[in-house]
């Protein structure tokens, strides 16, 4: 039997007509999301609970007072000292990402109050370069911890890095693992409180310097954090390792992690942190 054209042109019409960009697929449940609801829901699925990478200006958003964050040292950009190029030189890399995120580097820092409690306020986006730590994002972070100690307040950052130090950047990027530990350890040492909050994916040279250095270890659920990859791991000792393996609640069971919150409750929870620590 031949094909009926009039069957055709509206089979065609309904699958055009559909708008691009208004549904959002789970990686973990597999749910359809409307983009509207998800991102009133603060990027959480609304079936399974799985938490969606949050950037930045989001983050702070959602965490501080409004109209109290004020951004410090905005204008700070990466360098390519080494002159990198492999499938995409650095400088491309960069300029990409400042497009697609709108951030100018893969760190934002300021000064905020969270329920009224004034505090430092850092957050890495994932999104920019994995939220790596190259020579800008381990300045940022020092000049935080810098300001914090200078004017006695409390310090939130907020890490998520799944590139851990910045390959583009060679050993100046590892530099900035002591660089940050430093500015912490002189800022620990006058007794002021920096809380530590990891999100997913919180990895490598990032983990292994500030993100781990908290006074307390906040971290969002199912979160992956550590330094190497399970798959690396499972490589080097050949050992299979528990499903569950760096997730934030396996960290918390073992002592590494102080406690596990929901999004929606972490602003409340850091403002009553911010309380007891004042």
């Known amino acids: ?35 509207k609801t998800l991102k009133e829901n603060l990027l959480v699925c609304t079936k399974c609970a799985y938490h969606f990478i949050m950037g930045a200006m989001e983050r702070i ?43 100018k580097e893969a760190c934002v820092i300021g000064t905020a109050k969270i329920h009224g409690k004034a505090c430092a306020l850092g957050v890495t986006d994932s999104r920019f370069i994995m939220g790596s730590m190259g020579s800008v994002v381990g300045e940022k972070i020092t000049r935080l911890i ?27 990027s590892l530099m900035q693992m002591a660089k940050t530990s430093v500015a912490l350890a002189r800022y620990q040492k006058e007794g002021l409180s920096f809380i530590s909050v990891l999100t997913n994916p919180t990895m490598g040279g990032v ?3 500030f ?16 330094f190497a990859g399970p798959r690396v791991i499972e490589q080097t000792i050949r050992q299979k390792l528990p499903a569950d393996f760096q997730t934030s609640e396996f960290l ?4 590494f992690v102080d406690m596990v919150v929901e999004r929606q409750d972490l602003k409340q929870k850091l403002g009553l942190l911010l309380e007891y620590l004042s």
């Open 252 to 255: 918390m069971e073992h002592g």
């Open 207 to 209: 983990m292994a310097s």
């Open 146 to 172: 810098e300001h914090a100690l200078e004017q006695k307040l409390p310090l939130i950052i907020v890490s998520g890095s799944g590139g851990g130090a910045r390959m583009y950047e060679g050993a100046l």
């Open 61 to 103: 958003h959602h965490l501080a007072d409004p109209d109290t964050f004020v951004e410090r040292d905005a204008d700070l950009r990466s360098e390519d000292p080494l002159k990198f190029s492999a499938v995409k030189a650095y400088t491309e890399k960069v300029k990409a990402d400042q497009k697609k995120t709108g951030l």
């Open 1 to 35: 039997m031949p094909h009926t054209p009039a069957l055709l042109v509206t089979k065609g019409l309904r699958k055009n007509s559909m708008p691009v960009g208004l549904w959002t697929k789970c990686p973990s449940c597999q749910s359809v999301m409307f983009n």
């Open 211 to 226: 993100a781990s250095l908290g006074d307390i270890i906040v971290a969002e659920p199912r979160a992956l954090l550590g």
